[in-house]
Every structure is written in C-alpha cells, then in structure tokens.
C-alpha cells in the first residue's frame, strides 16, 4: 500500500514594507542639497531619527517647503528610497511659528532639537522621546518659562533615553544624600557624599537649591517647576549642570544654548544660525535667506 506523497512545506519570503508610507514628525535640522532640494533629519514616533529628501521644497512655489520648516510637527507621506526616503507630501500638524520668530524660543527649541540628534541613534525607535519632544516644543510655542521646559526636558530625555542622572543617594556609597553642596561626577552619573569625595576627583558643587530645583523636576514635573521663583544665579548654575552632563553622554559640546547666549545681547533680523541646524548651500557657502 502505497502511502500519499508529502505535500511541499510552501517557502514564506518575507514581506517587504510598503513602498508608500505615512508618518508624524517633527522637523530636526534641515540642509539645502542644491538649488531645489532639501536633505531635512526628521524625529518619528515609529521610526526614530532619520535623514529624508524633499525634492523641490526650496523652490519658492513649493508646496513642501512650508510644512518643512524647522521645528514643524507635521505629517508626511514618503516613498522609500535606495538611500534616503523622499518626501511627497506633507501637512501641517502644529506650525510652531513663535519657535522661528522668537530669539529665545528659538534658542531653546534649538538646544531641545540637538539633544535628540546627538543622543539618539539612527531608525531607532522610542515614541516615549518624540511624544516629549512634541509636547515640549508646543510648551514653547504657547509661551510657557522656557527655563522651565527645557530643564524638563533635558532631565526627562536622559531619563528616556538611559542616562538618568542618580538625585538621591551617593553614587559611591549609596547613603541618602544630605542638604548641603554635593559635588555631580558626570563619569559616575550622580552625586558624591562628603565621605566618598575625598581623595577623588570630583566635579563642580551643586547648591542646596539646585538639588531641590531638580528633585522638584523629577518628583513632582513641570507644573510645580513653573510656580518656583527661579533667581539667574539659580538658572546660570542648573543650565551649566545640564550642559556639563549632555557633554559627557554626547561626547561633544552641544552649542545651541551657547549660541543663544552670544547672541542675545546683539540686535538680529532674524534666528541666529545654530551648528549642525544650519541650512548652508554645500555648493555655494553660504546660508540662503
């Protein structure tokens, strides 16, 4: 008796992704990459940080052009490329105008942008990042304490991220920090106890209110950090916090916020132009108005 053949196992190929897509993004940083077209680095809920090509958006008829201005919470249609993806349509979200116009808003959006283009990886995804980001720059927009935002910011995106800094204990001994200076060890991620300090090399002290302005972030957000009355030694002694941490996990200078500072003081037409947010002609060296 004979028995019945085997049926051949069917080979599963797997699915490409579609070639049309649609996705949510906020506008990082942009670069002309000739006469007509944009090479724009874009923050997505599904898909990270990436680079995109808008063909024809610095056209002054082109109906991309404004939905892609920087800081833009807008939604795009894109069609896979060998190398970049191209842009093919694009709707406005939020358009966050204020962000361009305003030296101040435009300095802090512009130091929150380059947080996540150092930070992250490439097509790496974390929908956590871009929903702050996105609630972030619309805080901005409406007008809310800038210092306040971007402190929040900064803390919730390291926290995000996985470089959230240790406010509580000794990072040495792991005893409850007491209420005095206690120096930050950006190497360690935290705080040193006077015991554990000595003989080491520690970083710069942090103030009594400094520690609590941070604790306040971390336990209780940005609705209670925005009642506190914040003196500018306070704010000088907190950004400098910052600034130092972002450099060590960076492993470079972030210059939105030094910028900002220059140049605040200096009457301008219009935003000062921010390292790695520029939109300088490779072709022609210079930045276009």
């Known amino acids: 008796m004979h028995e019945p053949p085997i049926a051949p196992t069917p080979i599963r190929t797997p699915e490409r992704p579609a070639r049309l897509y649609q996705t949510e993004a906020i506008v990082l940083s ?3 990459l000739n006469e007509a077209d944009r090479i724009l680095t874009v923050f997505t809920p599904a898909h990270g940080k990436y680079r995109v090509i808008a063909k024809g ?3 002054p008829t082109s109906r991309l052009g404004p939905h892609l201005e920087y800081f833009t919470h807008a939604r795009l249609h894109l069609s896979r490329g060998r190398e970049l ?3 093919t349509g694009a709707e406005t979200i939020a358009p966050h105008l204020s962000l361009r116009t305003d030296l101040t808003a435009f300095g802090h959006a512009s130091h929150m942008a380059e947080v996540i283009l150092r930070l992250t990886e490439e097509r790496q995804e974390n929908a956590a990042a871009y929903h702050l980001l996105v609630k972030s720059l619309a805080l901005l927009d409406e007008g809310v304490d800038p210092f306040a935002v971007t402190r929040h910011f900064e803390l919730a995106a390291m926290t995000m991220l996985g470089y959230r800094p240790e406010l509580y204990r000794c990072v040495e001994c792991q005893r409850d920090l007491e209420a ?3 120096p930050f060890v950006a190497s360690r991620g935290g705080f040193l106890c006077p015991v554990c ?5 520690s970083g710069p002290r942090l103030s009594v209110n400094a520690q609590k302005y941070l604790r306040t972030l971390d336990r209780h957000g940005l609705a209670a950090a925005v009642r506190l009355r914040v003196p500018e030694t306070l704010r000088e002694e907190l ?3 910052a600034s130092s941490y972002l450099r060590h996990v960076a492993e470079r200078d972030l210059h939105s916020l030094r910028v900002w500072h220059a ?3 200096t009457p301008s037409s219009g935003p000062p132009t921010i390292p790695g947010l520029t939109d300088r002609d490779p072709d022609r060296g210079r930045t276009p108005g």
């Open 239 to 241: 950004e400098a916090f």
């Open 85 to 87: 993806d191209v842009v």
């Open 30 to 32: 942009r670069m002309a």
């Open 263 to 265: 140049v605040t003081d």
């Open 57 to 59: 958006a610095r056209r």
């Open 180 to 182: 005095e200076p206690n």
């Open 197 to 201: 300090r000595h003989g080491t090399s």
